[in-house]
């Protein structure tokens, strides 16, 4: 008999299901059975939010910070000094960072800097000021008619409450404290998050 497999729409849509389940098994379900580290955080300790920081989370998702904020250090130079701390560059997000979160925010449009590693890069009355008037913080540029315009795009969030702030603060002062990275000029490890 003549094998003519593309002749039979029966035997198309089996070839082409198990071409596709051959795949999808060997990209989701095989790789965390032989790679512990896919989903679970080993000896490391993460973090548990707070009430506060569960509120705030819950505000960065509602306000959108996603659509331009990425939460992911990838293995590339420069993201690992762009958002570097004082010249100590900035460690390459892992796996067993994210295996607490009940939401992920990996994001993928970059047109605000990654968050991953901002804890801590600021004083809460900084993201107080940033969050109530980006434009009034942080570069300025000189442009074509001499005067200094601000650099910042991303949109003041005055509209929320004091208290919507603060939560928000609270949770963007946790991102990457789980991992003890920003050493002072001596090479000393500092841990000076604020809460
Ligand atoms: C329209 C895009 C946009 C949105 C939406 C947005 N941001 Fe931003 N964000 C930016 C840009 C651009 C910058 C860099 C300029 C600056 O510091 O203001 C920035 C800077 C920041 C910084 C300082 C980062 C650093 O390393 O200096 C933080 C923290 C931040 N954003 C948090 C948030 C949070 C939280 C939200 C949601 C409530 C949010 N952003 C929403 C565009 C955005």
């Not at 919507?164 to 609270?170: G, S, V, Y």
């Amino acid at each position: 008999m003549k094998w003519n497999v593309e002749r039979s729409l029966m035997w198309t849509a089996t070839g082409a299901f198990l071409l596709f389940s051959i795949g999808a098994i060997t990209t989701t379900v095989v790789p965390p059975l032989v790679d512990e580290t896919i989903w679970s955080a080993g000896d490391h300790v993460l973090h548990t939010y707070t009430e506060q920081e569960l509120r705030g989370i819950e505000i960065y998702k509602r306000e959108g910070c996603v659509y331009c904020h990425t939460q992911q250090i990838r293995n590339l130079a420069s993201d690992q000094r762009r958002y570097g701390w004082r010249l100590v560059q900035a460690p390459v997000s892992k796996s067993w960072e994210y295996v607490n979160q009940q939401q992920s925010f990996l994001g993928t449009k970059r047109s605000g800097p990654d968050l991953s590693r901002v804890g801590g890069k600021y004083s809460s009355e900084w993201h107080w000021s940033h969050f109530r008037d980006p434009r009034n913080m942080g570069e300025k540029f000189e442009s074509p008619n001499g005067a200094f315009q601000s650099a910042s795009i991303m949109p003041s969030f005055k509209y929320l409450s004091d208290q919507d702030i603060k939560d928000l603060t609270a949770y963007i002062q946790t991102l990457g404290r789980d991992i003890n990275w920003r050493k002072d000029r001596n090479g000393k490890l500092l841990n000076d998050y604020e809460k």
